[in-house]
């Protein structure tokens, strides 16, 4: 039997199944650093989303008491000092597969929003406005192209979906074989043939301001932007000035260089469609991270 502890929200459904299968476990979520600190060595697992940052101290303490396991509700491990535990021997899990379609679902409806003024019609509507003809020249995804930046999990979900639409679909993944139902091309390629253009890419230092002046540059005039993956992978004032020279006709942006954003002129533009990191949230998305989450614990300590 392991002890179990819940830094962060996961469904009930897991917490549950785990306990159905002999371990206990404590819910103990949105506890300051300190906290975590004095809480993770009493543990055996560690269960956190994004909220918990498990930076080297708390890793330490917790090497020293009883952890073995630390298992990550999600996709990207940038709140875990993951070098740093793999050198104290602490296993560090994710569930990457569980909330790929609830973010590329939300990629694509950026793409829709973008082309569509969904967020200005809506805010005005409310106001009592009716901007018919400022909202009538929409775009259609039909019969255009969408450029692809990263082809892995999300990325295949959100190409399906785009098929769908009668969009074309091309890709930019310098570690992905050609694609059936895409075209692999490099980067420029990309840049200049998108009508649509979306990110599904880590952000690390490779990956940072892939997208900066020179690429918006290298753009068609009037497409549309959308980053569901990480902030940091475009230079946001690379981006506003792109938006406002009209070469970018729209953005769809999930993710922040700082999150959440202070007084981010981007979130403000009435050209950019802002939703606040929520490319995970579903509750069929948050119930397959809570099964992944659940069956890597009882897997790991069986
Ligand atoms: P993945 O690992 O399956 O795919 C990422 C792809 O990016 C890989 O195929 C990799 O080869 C490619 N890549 C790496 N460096 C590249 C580069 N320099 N140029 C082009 N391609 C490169 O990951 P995924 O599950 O598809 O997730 C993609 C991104 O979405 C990650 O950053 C993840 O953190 C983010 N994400 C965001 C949310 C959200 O709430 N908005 C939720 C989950 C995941």
């Not at 299968?21 to 906290?35: C, F, I, L, S, Y």
């Not at 995804?141 to 969408?146: A, E, Q, R, V």
């Not at 002046?213 to 932007?225: C, E, L, N, T």
């Not at 069929?284 to 897997?299: C, D, S, T």
Request: with cysteine; aromatic share 6%.
């Amino acid at each position: 039997m392991a002890r179990v502890l819940i830094c962060d929200p996961v469904d009930q459904t897991a917490l549950e199944a785990m306990r159905s299968a002999g371990h206990e476990v404590v819910e103990k979520t949105g506890m300051t650093p300190e906290e975590l600190l004095e809480t993770a060595p009493q543990f055996d697992a560690m269960v956190v989303r994004s909220a918990t940052k498990v930076r080297k101290p708390v890793l330490e303490a917790a090497a020293r008491g009883n952890l073995k396991l630390i298992v990550r509700g999600g996709v990207g491990l940038d709140n875990i000092d993951t070098d740093v535990a793999a050198e104290l021997g602490i296993t560090v899990n994710n569930t990457p597969a569980a909330s790929s379609v609830a973010v590329a679902e939300l990629a694509m409806a950026h793409m829709l929003a973008c082309s569509r003024f969904l967020g200005p019609a809506n805010l005005t509507m409310k106001r009592g406005e009716w901007n018919k003809k400022a909202y009538g020249k929409g775009k259609e995804l039909f019969g255009s192209t969408l450029g692809l930046i990263g082809f892995g999990r999300i990325s295949c979900e959100v190409g399906k979906m785009a098929g769908g639409f009668g969009m074309k679909v091309i890709f930019f993944d310098p570690y992905i074989d050609d694609a059936a139902d895409a075209q692999k091309v490099d980067l420029d390629t990309l840049l200049r043939q998108s009508d649509f253009i979306s990110l599904h890419i880590p952000h690390n230092k490779e990956t940072h301001y892939l997208l900066d002046a020179p690429q918006f540059g290298m753009m068609k005039d009037g497409v549309v932007i959308v980053n569901c993956a990480r902030g940091g992978t475009i230079n946001e004032s690379a981006l506003l000035e792109a938006i406002d020279s009209g070469k970018v006709f729209a953005a769809g942006v999930d993710v922040f260089e700082e999150e959440p954003p202070a007084d981010n002129p981007l979130v403000m533009n009435e050209r950019v469609v802002v939703t606040p990191h929520i490319g995970a949230g579903t509750a069929a998305a948050g119930k397959r991270v809570g099964g992944e989450v659940a069956k890597k614990i009882i897997a790991f300590f069986e």
